[in-house]
């Protein structure tokens, strides 16, 4: 791992419930840890479906090992969200972490 390579600053976010005005739980992001990683671009492709563009856009994003980061999470980079596809602990090391990624449509 290069740390020099680490320059992005991503969010990592995971849904919490919290109450509302009313007392019902209502689900929400919630900051887990913001912290710096390599960003890859992986693939990219668009398809026209019910005569839209859909675009898809899979990255991979090396970060320094942390517990905790689960697949239910979601990443943030520059205002776009990412859902997590996979992660994978490089032999087992627990010296970094590659999250595979896909951006949110929304």
Do not use: C, H
């Amino acid at each position: 791992m290069k740390p020099g390579k680490m320059r992005e600053r991503i969010t990592l976010t995971e849904r919490t419930m919290q109450k509302d005005a009313y007392g019902r739980a209502t689900p929400v992001w919630s900051v887990f840890a913001e912290v710096w990683a390599e960003v890859l671009d992986i693939t990219g492709r668009e398809d026209w479906s019910n005569e839209r563009v859909l675009n898809e856009a899979s990255f991979a994003v090396r970060v320094r090992y942390q517990s905790g980061i689960l697949a239910d999470m979601r990443i943030a980079l520059d205002g776009t969200q990412f859902e997590i596809v996979q992660i994978t602990n490089p032999m087992r090391r627990d010296k970094e972490l590659i999250i595979a990624v896909r951006e949110i449509q929304e």
